[in-house]
């Protein structure tokens, strides 16, 4: 049992799945979209990303010539030293600079070295995600066939309070000036509770409102994801691109902490990815629950073999007000 299931278990009760016609889930899909977060559109991001770091070659050839300019100075500044006598003979800080030189020549390997680990949290957690999000899409199509089928059942009690209310009238006009007193008040009494019920199942607007703000919702959310991930595109091709240029210059005394804080700059970054995964799957949980209990609202709405007239109504004076 996963996550996802035990907490909606521990909060709300499961209402029975849905039976969501094939037809009505493409449509769904297409005004919507497959997901919270567009398939299509994620792997785009991993393709882009893909591609943009197979340029990581822009720069080396340059990065390998002040490579070899900076190793010449360095050389020249520790001879000088032990010339001067400040200094002794010491063997491995003469070999950094080959260390970083090979590590420049094998550059493409190196990146992804460094880059495993996180790309091993990415995946994790992009699988975590990917299983809870197959569920809570699965939650929003049943979610909005019963918001369909509830406005079905709105639009059909509002035609019979149509009816009822041209029926009425006729028999208003015919009887009125003909009863007494004391059965126009009773009639009042019958005739306002129908104008009343017929205004609270005004439901067109509602629902378009619904729908709409629902719509500018998932899709603020895409957008800031897909902003999440286009940044750790960006930030980590520019890392990839320029950084042998930090390696180069740690050659150098001066910059000798630029290559360490290249390292860190360049994990920081491939860990956007993972914590993206991790913040949408914990946000699913959310999701799931939320999308659980208002299904489980509207099969009460709707209930097992007619809709609850009562409940419709007061459903409606709620969202009125």
């Not at 300019?69 to 080959?98: H, V, W």
Request: aromatic share 14%; charged share 15%; proline share 3%.
């Amino acid at each position: 049992m996963n996550l996802i299931t035990t907490l909606t278990s521990n909060f709300l009760a499961q209402g029975q799945p849905v039976s969501v016609p094939d037809s009505f889930k493409d449509t769904f899909n297409f005004l919507q979209g497959d997901g919270v977060y567009e398939s299509g559109m994620m792997h785009f991001l991993k393709q882009m990303k893909e591609t943009i770091w197979t340029h990581y070659d822009a720069f080396i050839a340059d990065a390998q010539a002040l490579c070899a300019i900076f190793m010449l100075i360095f050389f020249s500044i520790k001879i000088y030293e032990m010339m001067a006598g400040d200094k002794q003979l010491e063997i491995m800080p003469l070999l950094r600079p080959f260390g970083l030189a090979m590590v420049i020549l094998w550059w493409p390997t190196f990146t992804r070295v460094i880059a495993y680990p996180t790309d091993i949290i990415a995946s994790k957690t992009e699988a975590m995600f990917d299983g809870s999000q197959t569920e809570v899409n699965d939650l929003r199509v049943q979610r909005a066939k019963l918001m369909v089928d509830l406005s079905d059942q709105l639009f059909t009690v509002q035609a019979q309070t149509e009816t009822a209310k041209t029926e009425a009238d006729v028999w208003y006009r015919r009887a009125w000036d003909s009863v007494k007193s004391t059965v126009k008040e009773g009639f009042a009494e019958v005739w306002n509770p129908i104008v009343e019920m017929r205004n609270r199942l005004q439901a067109n607007l509602v629902l378009l409102v619904t729908s709409i703000f629902e719509t500018l919702a998932i899709w603020l959310l895409r957008i800031s994801v897909y902003v999440i991930f286009i940044i750790q595109i960006i930030f980590s091709t520019i890392l990839i691109i320029l950084g042998p240029f930090s390696v180069a210059s740690s050659i150098l005394p001066a910059f000798r902490d630029s290559f360490s804080t290249w390292i860190a700059r360049f994990v920081a970054v491939n860990l956007y990815s993972g914590i993206a995964y991790l913040v949408m799957y914990i946000a699913s949980l959310f999701q799931h629950y939320a999308l659980e209990a208002e299904i489980t609202r509207y099969q009460a709405l709707l209930g097992t073999s007619a809709p609850d007239l009562g409940k419709l109504a007061t459903y409606m004076t709620f969202r009125h007000t």
